[in-house]
């Protein structure tokens, strides 16, 4: 048996680290999400967190080959991490830095597996388990004149289980892109169907379907007989905060809205308006008794009232930017992947969590890979290696 070369030993560490890290940050996120909250798990989430924030600066160091635009996204999202208290863009730029030679399939495998493991986990636990985890809540939804109950599936909220099944959903359309035919079409509507049947979660089965038909959208559009309308479609990122940000504010009392989003935008309001400023630079500070009353169920809300114009900013570029890299390339596949997040992200909080959203990962790899001129931190001591890596 021939050993392995250097190449092949540094694929197989790196990605075994990003496999640990991966487990380290889902397990953390379902501890969150499924355990009784009378439980004391402070210790080990926090454990989870710093522990995999370790691993990942020592992929970091274990990289042999960096440009600049890794280094400045790196050093961004540090300062970023520093004035706003919130690690959630640093561990999606540090995850995306340590799949940089790591192929793209292999993380939406990793990724589809972990979390279907981690599913049924919580669902056996949620239903079984009821000494350890959180008693689902019971929730009904009034049709046709009479009270129904909502199914939870042992979460602890209905709305959850098209949550936690969207990277399985986005996963499975990136892995069956090429051969996406009627028989997907098919299969995936009847399992979002089936499951707002069951759990009546009408965000959830409007987000997914509309992501669904994106799919189509995106797959008949040939970007280079309609340059323009491929061309806008990393404006809509731009378009969806607008939008979103105006509900919460211009519009939040309009009745039909608050109705249509299940009276989010009234809490969103709280975070803009009355206990918050859309205009500061790392975000507001807000109590534990408002953060319990009032859910925060937008990605973009949140981005603005929690991270502030700087974090904004930033991850706006990283979205324009890696989108517009899809569209020159025409990797369609993934520009589908990143908007069923980013539409899902209008009303849930997922674009900015590393356990469900491998979408930003790959995007935010995929703009570092675009620079074309590595150098290894031994070339940072060479002034002439590195005047020539830089020309």
Not at 16 to 45: A, E, G, N, Q
Not at 175 to 190: E, G, Q, S
Not at 229 to 256: D, H, R
Request: hydrophobic content about 50%.
């Amino acid at each position: 048996m021939n050993s392995l070369n250097k190449d092949e030993k540094g694929s197989i560490l790196s990605k075994s680290l990003f496999v640990i890290t991966l487990f380290m940050i889902l397990l953390r996120k379902y501890m969150i999400s499924i355990l009784r909250t009378d439980i004391p798990i402070d210790h080990v989430t926090s454990l989870l967190f710093y522990g995999s924030i370790g691993l990942l600066f020592l992929q970091f160091v274990f990289l042999k080959k960096h440009n600049l635009t890794e280094i400045a996204i790196f050093i961004t999202s540090c300062v970023l991490y520093v004035f706003t208290k919130e690690g959630s863009i640093l561990v999606l730029s540090l995850l995306a830095i340590s799949i940089r030679y790591i192929e793209d399939k292999y993380v939406v495998k990793t990724y589809i597996i972990m979390t279907l493991c981690f599913t049924v986990g919580c669902m056996l636990m949620g239903n079984l388990m009821n000494d350890i985890a959180q008693v689902p809540q019971i929730h009904y939804r009034f049709t046709r004149g009479d009270y129904i109950v909502r199914e939870t599936f042992g979460f602890v909220n209905p709305n959850s289980v098209f949550l936690f099944l969207l990277p399985i959903f986005a996963g499975y359309i990136y892995l069956r892109y090429d051969k996406y035919n009627m028989v997907d079409r098919i299969l995936l509507f009847a399992i979002t169907y089936f499951i707002y049947y069951k759990t009546m979660s009408r965000t959830g089965f409007i987000t997914i379907l509309g992501a669904l038909v994106f799919v189509d959208a995106v797959k008949l559009l040939d970007f280079k007989r309609h340059p323009k309308i491929a061309k806008s479609i990393k404006f809509l990122p731009i378009v969806f905060l607008i939008g979103s940000v105006a509900v919460g504010t211009v519009f939040s009392n309009v009745k039909l809205l608050s109705k249509a989003l299940a009276s989010r935008p009234i809490h969103w309001n709280t975070y803009l308006v009355k206990e918050g400023n859309i205009f500061t630079l790392f975000g507001n500070s807000y109590s534990d008794i408002l953060k319990s009353n009032h859910p925060l169920d937008s990605s973009y809300v949140y981005i603005v009232a929690m991270l502030g114009i700087a974090s904004l900013i930033f991850f706006m570029y990283l979205l324009y930017r890696g989108l517009d890299i899809f569209i020159n390339k025409n990797e369609k596949k993934y520009i589908i992947i990143v908007f069923m997040f980013l539409i899902y992200g209008l009303a849930e909080n997922t674009l900015l969590e590393a356990g469900y959203n491998f979408t930003i990962i790959l995007l935010i790899k995929h703009i570092m890979n675009n620079n074309p001129k590595d150098f290894s931190i031994g070339d940072l001591f060479n002034k002439n290696n590195f005047r020539k890596n830089r020309t």
